[in-house]
C-alpha cells in the first residue's frame, strides 16, 4: 500500500511561479514510475508529466512544456513539480500518481496508475 499527499497548492498572479509536492509513503519501492495530471471544472482529468523513479527519465504534455519542471529526490521519497509562468488556464486540481505496471514506462493516461493522491488546487489570476 502506497500513500500520495501533495502539497504547495494556492493562490497566484499569472506569471508567478509554485512548487508542487508529492510525499510517498508505504511500500515506495514497488513505484516504478510517477506523474502528475490535473483536472479543471467542467473538464476531464489530464496528463501533465511524468517520470521513472530510477533514472530520472521524463515526459512531458505540450502544453507545460517549457515551464514546467518535474523532479524527484529518492532519498526523501517525493517528487515535485515546479510551475514556472503560470497562465490562467493552469488552473485546476493537481494530482500525483504512482505506478508499477511492468508494460508501462512512462505512464501518460489515469489508467497506466495504481495510486493517486487527495489533489490540491492550483489557481492562477489574470
Known amino acids: 500500500q502506497v500513500q500520495l499527499v501533495e502539497s504547495g497548492g494556492g493562490l497566484v498572479q499569472a506569471g508567478d511561479s509554485l512548487r508542487l509536492s508529492c510525499a510517498a509513503s508505504g511500500r515506495t519501492f514497488s513505484s516504478y514510475y510517477m506523474g502528475w495530471f490535473r483536472q479543471a471544472p467542467g473538464k476531464e482529468r489530464e496528463f501533465v508529466a511524468a517520470i521513472r523513479w530510477s533514472g530520472g527519465m521524463t515526459l512531458y504534455a505540450n502544453s507545460v512544456k517549457g515551464r514546467f519542471t518535474i523532479s524527484r529526490d529518492n532519498a526523501k521519497n517525493t517528487m515535485y513539480l515546479q510551475m514556472n509562468s503560470l497562465k490562467p488556464e493552469d488552473t485546476a486540481v493537481y494530482y500525483c500518481?504512482?505506478?508499477?505496471?511492468?508494460?508501462?514506462?512512462?505512464?501518460?493516461?489515469?489508467?497506466?496508475?495504481?495510486?493517486w493522491g487527495q489533489g490540491t488546487q492550483v489557481t492562477v489570476s489574470s
Open positions: 500518481a504512482g505506478g508499477y505496471q511492468s508494460r508501462v514506462w512512462l505512464g501518460l493516461s489515469s489508467s497506466d496508475y495504481d495510486y
